[in-house]
Every structure is written in structure tokens, then in C-alpha cells.
């Protein structure tokens, strides 16, 4: 089982995103006995943003591609095959400012690409990255999976959009969230953690 962890926050160690999907992690390991872990994380090695240059050349047939269009998305193709080769996804995403960090959406551009990922072939959108599972770790100050603030939160719906668009619509989510709420703080990382722990992978 090939599973591939991609870490998304700015806080290194004392990420909570990051605690919570180390837990998944475990989990996975415990689970399987053959257990490959792969680790990217983002804030550490993040993928370049999307420019002119990069998308046409993802435009351009691969047998037309220039040497210097070979270079550009070599970064791109890296992603690619990495997501390809993996069985599971897990998804550590910390909120910032109501949606995902910058890093996220980087990689995110990198790996949205047609004919790789997503195919029009058939007139209509289709996911080439089919069979493959999704945990989404999503850690926030406040409670933003109910409640008045839930209007507030455009990081899971999106990450199932976008995700789904490429054919990862196995996806389970996780939260840790409440860490600045007053009397919550202390009990989000043990609630979130158990809720881990209760799932059957």
C-alpha cells in the first residue's frame, strides 16, 4: 500500500494539521502490514506557481515539447507521477484566512492538468485518477464544520471539488478544529485524535 502525505503547514512539529495527520499515518501503518509512506511537505519544498509558460506548455502535444518546456514542467510531472503511484492520499491542511495555504494551491495547479489527471475525451469532464482513498486532516482556530461559521469554510468543499474533478472522490474528513475557542482549546487535539483512532481504515 503506497501512500502518499502531504503536509501543507507553516508550524513544522507544532502544526496541528500535521499532528493530525501523523495520526493517520499510524493508523495506515497498523492497518497494513506492506505500508510505504511517501512525504511531501509543501512549506518545506513547495511546488512553483502556475505561470504563461507552464501552461503552454501542458498545452503543447508532449512530442512537440521544446527542451525548455521539458524543464518548466518537469516539477509538474514529478507531482503527477508521485499522486499516480499512490493508493491512499492524506491531505494535512491547516485553515488560513477561510481557505487552503498558498503551497496547497500551488501543488494543486500542478497536478490539475488535462490528459494527465482529467480528461475531456468523452465531451464531458472525466477523472483519470480513479481507485485510489482520500483523508482530508483539516485543523482551524474556530469550529468550521458547523455552526454560524460553517459559510466561512472553503477548504473541504473545495478539496472535494477540485479533487473529485480528477476522479478522488473516496474521501473521508477529519477535524481538528476549536483550538482558540475558549474552554474548547484543550480538548480539540484529544477529541480529534480519538476520532482517528475510532475509524475502521
Not at 492497518?31 to 512549506?43: F, P, Q
Not at 521539458?70 to 477561510?98: G, R, T, W
Request: include cysteine; charge should be negative; aromatic fraction near 10%.
Amino acid at each position: 500500500m503506497n501512500v502518499l502525505h502531504i503536509k501543507t503547514s507553516i508550524n513544522g512539529d507544532a502544526s496541528k494539521s500535521n499532528q493530525l495527520s501523523n495520526s493517520i499515518i499510524e493508523k495506515l501503518k497498523n492497518t497494513y502490514s506492506e505500508c510505504a509512506v511517501e512525504t511531501l511537505d509543501l512549506s518545506e519544498n513547495p511546488l512553483p506557481f502556475l505561470t504563461a509558460e507552464m501552461y503552454q506548455a501542458f498545452s503543447t502535444p508532449k512530442d512537440a515539447r521544446s527542451l525548455t518546456q521539458l524543464e518548466v514542467i518537469q516539477p509538474s510531472d514529478m507531482a503527477i507521477k508521485q499522486l499516480k503511484n499512490a493508493d491512499i492520499l492524506v491531505l494535512a491542511v491547516p485553515l488560513y484566512n477561510f481557505s487552503i495555504p498558498a503551497n496547497l494551491k500551488a501543488w494543486l495547479d500542478q497536478i490539475a492538468r488535462a490528459n494527465e489527471t482529467f480528461s475531456y475525451a468523452t465531451g464531458s469532464p472525466q477523472g483519470l485518477l480513479t481507485g485510489k482513498k482520500v483523508y482530508l486532516a483539516i485543523a482551524s482556530g474556530g469550529i468550521y464544520s458547523e455552526g454560524m461559521m460553517k459559510a466561512y469554510d472553503f477548504t473541504e468543499n473545495y478539496l472535494r471539488t477540485v479533487l473529485g474533478f480528477m476522479g478522488l472522490t473516496d474521501v473521508s474528513t477529519f477535524r481538528l478544529e476549536g483550538i482558540f475557542v475558549p474552554n474548547m482549546g484543550e480538548q480539540a487535539v484529544s477529541k480529534a485524535l480519538e476520532t482517528v483512532e475510532e475509524y475502521s481504515f
